[in-house]
């Protein structure tokens, strides 16, 4: 029936997924600095900046993978307060701010813990790692000040499952943000520009798979990666799936002519 071969469908894509990040998670981070020249630096900074973090924030980061979003996080905590990371981590920030890196993979989540072990914060209470599904998350309803998600949405099988666990008009408004909260997604979108999108269409169908073949031994996983990012709605569609789920105030911002957007809600 159509119903089971969808079935199958989305059974497969989760476990490709799953696949595809235990197989890349030791070399994600390096990865990600090669195929974008190192610019998802500057667009996660982007990110938080548009989050706005602020100190005793409970904050939610999903398909947060090697924890890149919560540092910056964190970082964006200390240096607002002027003061050595060490000192307002285990004060100011320990009893009362919550970074929870939520992400399906394991893999991915012990890399970022070894990470997290290298900056010194093995010991933060702060910073939380959580292996869940974004489409099922294991945390209260308005529990969330904000939440995050960076490259993580394109991957999952059902969007509007991702969003309506963020923010649910169908079930009664709940689930995980706070009214006030913020929702804030990092994607990598649609360009449209002509010959711009032919030359980002040459760089991702050609070049990056090479390089996952030449640098990480795995042409497969970068060529699922660019399959991904074709599929992903584009912008204004994505846009509308967010106002769907309730959120008000929705707006996006592109980054290098749609490369990359930024996608953000307020839940009143
Ligand atoms: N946010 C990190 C960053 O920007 O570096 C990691 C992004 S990585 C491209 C995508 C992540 O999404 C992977 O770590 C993967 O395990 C995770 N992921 C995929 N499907 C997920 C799901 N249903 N729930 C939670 N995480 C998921």
Request: net charge negative; hydrophobic share 40%.
């Amino acid at each position: 029936t159509i119903s089971g071969f969808k079935e199958v469908q989305e059974e497969e894509k989760s476990q490709m997924v799953g696949n595809v990040f235990s197989s890349v998670a030791s070399n994600y981070d390096l990865m990600n600095d090669v195929m974008s020249g190192g610019l998802h630096r500057l667009w996660k900074d982007r990110l938080i900046s548009k989050l706005n973090p602020f100190p005793g924030m409970r904050h939610l980061d999903v398909a947060g993978g090697t924890g890149d979003v919560a540092f910056r996080i964190l970082e964006s905590l200390n240096s607002v307060s002027y003061r050595p990371v060490q000192d307002v981590l285990q004060d100011n920030l320990q009893e009362e701010t919550q970074i929870y890196v939520c992400d399906i993979n394991t893999n991915m989540l012990n890399v970022g813990k070894i990470r997290a072990q290298k900056r010194g914060l093995e010991d933060l209470r702060s910073l939380r790692w959580v292996k869940g599904d974004a489409e099922a998350l294991c945390f209260e309803d308005a529990s969330m000040d904000g939440y995050t998600i960076a490259f993580g949405i394109r991957n999952v099988t059902h969007i509007e499952k991702v969003l309506a666990e963020a923010y649910s008009v169908d079930k009664l408004g709940i689930r995980v943000l706070k009214p006030g909260g913020r929702f804030l997604c990092l994607e990598l979108s649609h360009v449209e520009a002509p010959g711009f999108k032919q030359l980002y269409d040459y760089y991702s169908f050609c070049v990056i798979p090479a390089l996952g073949e030449l640098i990480a031994g795995d042409r497969e996983s970068y060529q699922y990666l660019v399959e991904s990012i074709r599929r992903f709605p584009p912008q204004d569609m994505f846009a509308s799936m967010i106002a769907d789920a309730g959120f008000q105030k929705v707006e996006y911002e592109n980054l290098v002519g749609g490369v990359v957007a930024i996608h953000s809600g307020l839940k009143f």
